[in-house]
């Protein structure tokens, strides 16, 4: 009985002797059921009534998720134990009133289920803790620091994440308390709770740990050398490594979701066969990309991405900038570090550029409106999008790799686009220690290539121009041509369903669309024949200009005929050619040095 007091007077000392008068505890006591318990305990209030809210998105992906579906009955309770009024006032608010003292404990559970970098999960197999979707928040306690007790389910041995842990906490469960900053701080660190395999690799003077979920085919081994080279390179385009301790959690699964930026941490979820051959490469790619966001993005970032609104939307016409340009670093470390050759890193940024180019809707919708209507565009798309959406990833890769060459040449070959990330990281988050406006960025941009940037913005940034492809890279010694010719087409893609040929897009002003086809329609018959996916794929693929095509389909039970007469179409389509005494040029040599 003295060991359980003497442990409880201890536990008061430890956790209110720093002033921490935020404590979230963690519980998962039957994963089996896919929901983590959450407590929060808040000492020291001032009022009688506060707002609790869950936020409704995950930064980094850019869709209102609303997680506050995943929560069940919320509850509080004065310091005697007693039952505090919650009321809930819209869809991710929760009303705590009419209580006595200045102690308040919440809580709830949470629904967990949808494994990918950005929600949380949890099964027997492991937890994996996404803060935005579990950890609620008082908007008016955002700043202040506090504690996280982890209890972790029995059968969990091994926790995982970014946050450090509290040095003076001694508990006789198998709980581990960390430490956070503030409510950004608390959920930009990822936790991964289970049995993971951990390995680690010290790379730019930094100590990084990896925590592998699910088996694959990866050898540690190599894993640590070649992610110390991606670490390595991407490092050195900063000079500096602002961080002294970094986390990778890496999923392992069949369905790839792809990577999530932090501080000091990131979650990678891909293939477990994805470490072999060219797919190892798109691996280290992807580590490249997550890796060089510590920088871009979560450090020099618009004015709107951190600190965060959790509670709506946060637009920003820059994230062709965040993920454009990362996206351009990504291949570009890769071949700093030798991953790719110059040709590979060549024939991969043409083949972005010729994606960019011949997608319909790069001429629709600027790249700098792609960012802002990310939320209800790129996350939310539907039949139509590849008519009038682009992609600000690609796009802003290439306006990069624009940027990038425009710097090089102006400079003769001694400055690029490293300098002027330099510029950005120390002027705004080591200076000025805060994000820059899109007009603050445009003015970097101007005094580092001149009045000319104006135009630029008219035509590529704000505007759906084409770049002079030929003029851009005529003086590194590549000889760009424009290769696009009209062919024959009939304008619409296919897909089987069920042993049903259905439609599955149209592009804009095709003669499938003319002839009044739709999206979802079932193609049943084709001149006077009965026709499936392959056979008319196969077929689309030989038409000639003028060509009249019997169409027999059906649309919601009824059905229809109709004559496709088929017209051109020209995609954009650029080729380079290198030439041969490239290596005596200097300003090619300084962009792919
Ligand atoms: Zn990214």
């Known amino acids: 009985m003295i060991k359980h007091l003497l442990f409880i007077i201890f536990l008061f000392v430890v956790i209110f002797s720093f002033g921490q008068n935020i404590k979230y505890k963690l519980s998962m006591n039957q994963p089996q059921n896919h929901y983590y318990q959450v407590e929060i305990e808040l000492s020291d209030l001032k009022k009688s009534e506060f707002n609790l809210k869950m936020p409704i998105w995950a930064p980094g992906s850019y869709l209102a998720r609303e997680f506050a579906k995943n929560v069940n009955l919320v509850k509080a309770f004065d310091s005697k134990g007693n039952i505090v009024k919650v009321k809930k006032t819209n869809k991710n608010t929760w009303k705590i009133y009419g209580f006595k003292g200045n102690r308040v404990v919440i809580k709830y559970d949470v629904y967990a289920f949808e494994l990918s970098v950005r929600t949380s999960f949890l099964d027997l197999t492991h937890g994996f803790v996404s803060g935005s979707g579990v950890f609620m928040y008082v908007e008016e306690l955002k700043n202040k620091p506090g504690l996280l007790e982890i209890i972790p389910h ?277 200076k000025k220690k805060r994000g820059f406006s899109e007009n603050e960025f445009k003015q970097e941009l101007k005094k580092i290539l001149g009045e000319s940037i104006e135009q630029f913005y008219t035509d590529y940034i704000d505007g759906t121009k084409i770049p002079n492809y030929t003029e851009i890279f005529f003086p590194l010694g590549l000889n760009v041509k424009y290769i696009g010719k009209p062919k024959p087409s009939v304008g619409m893609t296919l897909s089987s369903s069920q042993g049903k040929t259905i439609v599955k897009s149209i592009r804009n002003n095709s003669s499938s669309e003319q002839a009044g086809i739709s999206v979802n329609d079932e193609i049943i018959g084709c001149n006077g024949i009965r026709v499936n996916k392959k056979s008319l794929d196969i077929y689309f693929n030989t038409v000639e200009l003028g060509e009249e095509i019997d169409i027999l389909f059906a649309r919601d039970e009824q059905i229809f005929s109709t004559t496709i007469i088929v017209d051109a179409y020209e995609k954009p389509e650029f080729k380079y050619i290198i030439e041969d005494n490239i290596n005596n040029n200097h300003l090619f040599n300084y962009w792919l040095k």
């Open 154 to 430: 029995k059968s969990f041995k091994v926790i995982t994440t970014a946050l450090n842990e509290e040095i003076f906490w001694k508990s006789e469960f198998s709980s581990r308390c960390y430490k956070f900053n503030n409510y950004d701080h608390l959920v930009d660190c990822p936790i991964e709770i289970g049995n993971q395999l951990l390995f680690s690799f010290d790379a730019s003077g930094v100590n990084h740990t990896v925590a592998m979920y699910g088996f694959g085919n990866y050898s540690v081994d190599k894993l640590q050398k070649d992610m110390t080279n991606i670490v390595e390179s991407a490092t050195a385009v900063f000079g500096y490594n602002p961080n002294k301790e970094y986390t990778f959690i890496i999923h392992n699964v069949v369905n790839a979701q792809g990577g999530l930026e932090h501080k000091n941490s990131t979650v990678l979820s891909v293939n477990r066969w994805t470490y072999e051959g060219e797919q190892y490469i798109k691996f280290l790619k992807l580590v490249a990309h997550e890796y060089f966001h510590l920088w871009n993005v979560k450090r020099i970032r618009p004015i709107e991405l951190g600190p965060f609104n959790y509670d709506q939307e946060n637009f920003t016409s820059l994230l062709w900038v965040m993920e454009g340009f990362t996206s351009y670093y990504e291949k570009l470390i890769l071949y700093r570090a030798g991953y790719y050759s110059q040709i590979d890193f060549l024939n991969s940024m043409f083949s972005t550029l010729n994606y960019v180019e011949g997608s319909l809707g790069s001429r629709v919708q600027p790249v700098s409106h792609a960012s802002f209507d990310a939320w209800i565009k790129a996350y939310r798309p539907n039949e139509n999008s590849h008519n009038t959406t682009m992609s600000y990833y690609s796009r802003g890769s290439i306006i990069a790799m624009i940027l990038d060459i425009q710097i090089i040449k102006k400079y003769n070959g001694k400055r690029s686009l490293d300098n002027f990330m330099q510029d950005l990281y120390s002027k705004y988050y080591i």
